[in-house]
């Protein structure tokens, strides 16, 4: 017997630590995709590590409806680490679950269907966050509602023209990620808050990816200045447990329907997310992810690419001989794991305590195959 949604790499991963994760044979891996960027402060970093240990020798669940310290905590801590006034917290296992929540408050206080969303733009599996991702392998088959319009990323003036008084939300990502790794343009996420406001309605930040100091900031909206009415997170929240969240505005709160999950907030994640947002506090990764980040790309940059992109540790290099040829090499003759962003786009997502010598390891490693 044997899974069968995922092809399984010729690598069993048994053990990490820091950038690093192992084989079964003890080989070492330079972990630079870090499992979709859900390791932002290390593999198994001793601080989350002794968290999670403490709060399973006392509570591992109970249900949502019962308060518990940490999860009150949570609330309490991303409310004031959101960007403007998103003091709304719902905990739920997923970036998918939380641009579904997000859609479905949305629609739910404005009393509309229609969301705008952009191309290239991958939001997740689940059968809504799915309606608003672009890409169509993910969708064949699964008779996706069609109640979302498409726009070009980065033009304002089509993203202007597609927000209506039908539509409920906007969602976007500030850089795309799945979708190739492009920033968004200097003034685009101010045009989607300026259409928003004109139309009442709501503006959702999709972080789930950007989020957490990966771009050079706690949250890559704060580079532009833009809060949304809704942002949402996870990956990288619990360092590979299974949490995420939605921030919502008070407007968005008040008028959010019927929502729930079983798992919503659970002790466990909820401990490992404070201990995570403590380190990535305490030794001011975001920080470092914008000044190795800017070594990298310039570093990448001299290489025979087609393009690099990005912000901060989270970078796009677009090959010319295609991605999955290039991250086999550096896998199987480097010991270097990384990630595709379509066919032609290498992705690198490490943990945030990555230094310049990990870059230039990287770097030299990709001069050599490429």
Request: aromatic content about 6%; proline content about 5%; glycine content about 12%.
């Amino acid at each position: 017997m044997s899974g069968f949604v995922f092809g399984e790499k010729p690598i069993q991963i048994e053990s990490g630590e820091g950038p690093y994760v192992y084989d079964d044979g003890g080989t070492e891996y330079l972990d630079m995709g870090a499992s979709y960027a859900c390791a932002p402060v290390g593999h198994c970093h001793p601080d989350v590590v002794e968290a999670v240990e403490s709060q399973a020798s006392d509570l591992l669940f109970v249900q949502g409806s019962y308060p518990t310290e940490t999860r009150t905590a949570l609330y309490d801590r991303l409310g004031d680490l959101a960007p403007g006034e998103l003091d709304n917290v719902w905990l739920c296992n997923s970036g998918t679950e939380a641009n579904e929540a997000a859609l479905k408050f949305a629609r739910h206080a404005t009393g509309r269907e229609k969301v705008v969303a952009a191309k290239r733009a991958f939001h997740g599996r689940t059968l809504g966050a799915l309606a608003a991702t672009w890409k169509q392998k993910y969708r064949e088959g699964f008779a996706v509602p069609d109640n979302v319009e498409f726009v070009d990323y980065g033009d304002s003036e089509a993203l202007a023209d597609a927000v209506d008084d039908e539509t409920a939300a906007v969602i976007l990502e500030p850089v795309q990620g799945e979708g190739g790794v492009h920033p968004a343009p200097e003034g685009y996420l101010q045009a989607a808050r300026d259409a928003c406001d004109e139309t009442g309605a709501a503006l959702v930040f999709d972080e789930i990816q950007t989020g957490l100091g990966r771009t050079g900031s706690l949250w890559a909206c704060e580079q532009a200045g833009v809060a949304p009415d809704a942002l949402t997170v996870a990956k990288g929240l619990g360092s590979g447990l299974p949490i995420g969240a939605t921030l919502v505005a008070d407007w968005l709160a008040e008028d959010s329907g019927d929502h729930g999950s079983t798992f919503s907030g659970g002790p466990v994640p909820c401990a490992a997310a404070l201990a995570t947002l403590d380190v990535l506090e305490d030794d001011d990764l975001a920080a470092n992810a914008a000044s190795v980040g800017d070594y990298l790309r310039d570093q990448l940059a001299e290489l025979p690419v087609r393009d690099v992109r990005g912000d901060g540790l989270m970078v796009g290099v677009e090959v010319k001989r295609g991605a999955n040829r290039a991250l086999r090499a550096l896998a199987m003759n480097h010991g270097i794991l990384a990630l595709p962003a379509g066919r032609t786009v290498v992705r690198l997502l490490p943990p945030l305590t990555v230094t310049e010598s990990h870059a230039d390891r990287v770097v030299d490693a990709l001069a050599e195959e490429l």
